[in-house]
Each structure stands twice: as C-alpha cells, then as structure tokens.
C-alpha cells in the first residue's frame, strides 16, 4: 500500500489565509498576523486611499476570505485554525479605518486596541468566534476591529 501524502490547502489559499505565511509561525500567529498587516496600512497610506476605497478593499476581503475560510475548514475538518490570520488582517484594517494616521503612536494603539478587542472577544464577537464555519471565523475580528476603531477614534481624538 502505498503512503498518503495529507494534503492541505493550496498554496496561493495557504498564502492569502495566512497572510503570507506569517499565520505559520509557532507562537502567537495572531499577533504575527496583526504585525504584519502594518505594511499593507503603510502601503495603503502611500498610494492616498480614500475612506470609500477602504471601505470597500475591507469588504471585498471580508467576501472572500469568508468564502475560502468556509472551504478550506469544509475540506479538512477545521474550526478556526490560528494559522488563518486574514481575519486579523481585516481586523487591523478596519480598526485603522477610524483614524487613518501612520504616525506611530497611532499605529502602535491601532494595534495594541485591536489585539486586546481580539483577545477578550465582547459580544456579539464571543458568539461567532463559536461559530464553525468561515463566517464566524472571520466575523468574530470584524466585530472587534469596530470596537478597537471606536476606542482608538476617541482615544486619538482626546488624547491629541
């Protein structure tokens, strides 16, 4: 009998679910993840995107890494693998979306605020994160990316 290879998804599904592999890391790939969202924010920056392109770009993402969430934990029996860390990057983006600043106090509460809003998981992200499919998947770092955006847009608002 012949050994089977386990075969897991593609590498370009592998690529963008972990965004550029950085989800493969050992330990905490969330915040790998997170981390590694900042060039896309400064890239983003750059080219001058407006709040409408933004919008747009998150949803787009969103659509799709739902639709491939769902069939890569389809196809392989998955719930939420830490390796798929797009989530995080959608997370980061829209947390982002509130202030649009790179100056690096406020890239590092950008980050700090959406990790913690991660983590803790308020309602109603606590209830998708529980969710098996790519909705919940992602979903759940949407919900907190808005909380984090809330916080960081009254924070940088008094704060400066």
Do not use: C
């Amino acid at each position: 009998m012949k050994d089977q290879k386990i075969q897991g998804p593609s590498v370009p599904t592998t690529l963008f679910l972990s965004w550029f592999y950085t989800g493969k890391v050992p330990k905490a790939p969330g915040t790998m993840g997170s981390l590694a969202t900042l060039p896309l924010i400064y890239l983003l920056h750059y080219i001058n995107i407006n709040i409408y392109s933004l919008i747009a770009l998150i949803v787009v993402l969103y659509i799709i890494s739902v639709i491939v969430t769902e069939k890569v934990q389809q196809k392989f029996g998955l719930h939420d693998p830490q390796w798929i860390v797009i989530d995080e990057v959608i997370g980061m983006l829209l947390t982002w979306s509130f202030v649009m600043s790179v100056d690096f106090p406020t890239l590092f509460l950008v980050f700090a605020v959406f990790r913690f809003f991660d983590i803790i998981k308020i309602w109603p992200a606590s209830y998708f994160d529980r969710l098996h499919h790519g909705m919940g998947t992602i979903t759940d770092d949407v919900i907190s990316g808005i909380y984090a955006g809330l916080v960081v847009k009254i924070a940088t608002h008094y704060l400066a």
